[in-house]
């Protein structure tokens, strides 16, 4: 006998904001498995507004009524059954973050959850984070995103520490990062990593995964750190134009990609790896799992 059920995952993101819709496929005396059914990203950049201006401007949050409504329509006409909508740094930071989410859930009937960055390093360490390390080894988790970044360590298999920063690909773009921030930053990294005698980085994000795929490497196979400092070089030697005509990258990931690349390389550079693994998990990946495994709330789709 065989059990299917659809669960759905909205990761409001400060550069984009994704559904992802799960199978979960529950077969008597089988592990349960997580099959993906679609995938939809919409580029909506709130970063840039919230972090320039303080708040999501009208335009945005037209954007944002438009693509929920979408997203809602979307999981009906998959015949989800729970989801959860998770919104990050920038809903976190605009002065009308809590407004946008309150007209969200009155006009578009998705009930938005805004989390802190702890909350959502939590989330995604429910992925299959731990199918990708090696209980003999140390790995210092990165998670890049448009607001904010997760750092974790994970030493023989546990979680030792995790500290999320701000600093992230939207904000490095609008030049609005102090060296103060990347001074915290790398002390955390050296102190936190100073006892281990070798560090490996896992990556994630929608620009390390876009590297990754460049590279041609087998799943499970590491990029080096001289693969993607050369590839840093190729970005920087490009222009906007050129990395969308020439390197074929969507408008919106031929921007961010390098201040991405910018803060896995110092990642790597203070934490002494010379290899970054990188799977394909990220926020709305962990939703799911934690919505199976009921660690976190969950709303049925009305």
Not at 4 to 33: C, F, H, M, T, W
Not at 84 to 91: E, F, L, N
Not at 131 to 136: M, V
Not at 279 to 295: H, N, R, V
């Amino acid at each position: 006998m065989i059990d299917i059920k659809k669960y759905a995952a909205i990761d409001i993101g400060s550069n984009a904001v994704r559904l992802l819709i799960s199978n979960i496929i529950q077969e008597k005396g089988k592990p349960v498995r997580f099959k993906k059914s679609s995938l939809v990203r919409v580029p909506i950049r709130l970063g840039a507004d919230v972090f320039l201006k303080g708040k999501i401007s009208t335009s945005n949050i037209q954007r944002m009524k438009d693509t929920m409504l979408a997203f809602n329509l979307l999981m009906k006409s998959h015949h989800v059954s729970k989801y959860k909508a998770c919104a990050t740094s920038a809903m976190r930071e605009a002065n009308n973050g809590r407004k946008v989410a309150d007209m969200i859930a009155q006009e578009c009937n998705i009930n938005i959850d805004i989390i802190g960055g702890e909350e959502e390093a939590a989330i995604i360490a429910a992925t299959d984070l731990q199918a990708y390390i090696d209980n003999t080894k140390t790995y210092l988790y990165v998670d890049v995103g448009g607001g904010s970044t997760e750092f974790t360590i994970f030493h023989l298999g546990e979680q030792m520490a995790s500290k999320s920063f701000k600093i992230g690909t939207v904000r490095l773009l609008n030049d609005i990062v102090k060296n103060e921030t990347w001074r915290e930053l790398e002390a955390w990294i050296k102190s936190s990593t100073k006892e281990y005698h070798s560090v490996d980085i896992i990556g994630s994000g929608g620009n390390i995964n876009k590297i990754f795929k460049i590279s041609g490497k087998a799943m499970g196979k590491p990029l080096t750190y001289f693969y993607l400092t050369s590839y840093y070089n190729k970005l920087n030697s490009y222009s906007y134009e050129e990395r969308i005509t020439e390197l074929d990258l969507n408008q919106d990931r031929a921007d961010v990609i390098i201040p991405a690349t910018r803060i896995y390389l110092s990642a790597m550079k203070w934490s002494n790896a010379k290899y970054i693994y990188v799977p394909k998990i990220g926020l709305a990946d962990g939703i799911i799992k934690s919505l199976y495994y009921e660690t976190v709330s969950s709303k049925i789709l009305e």
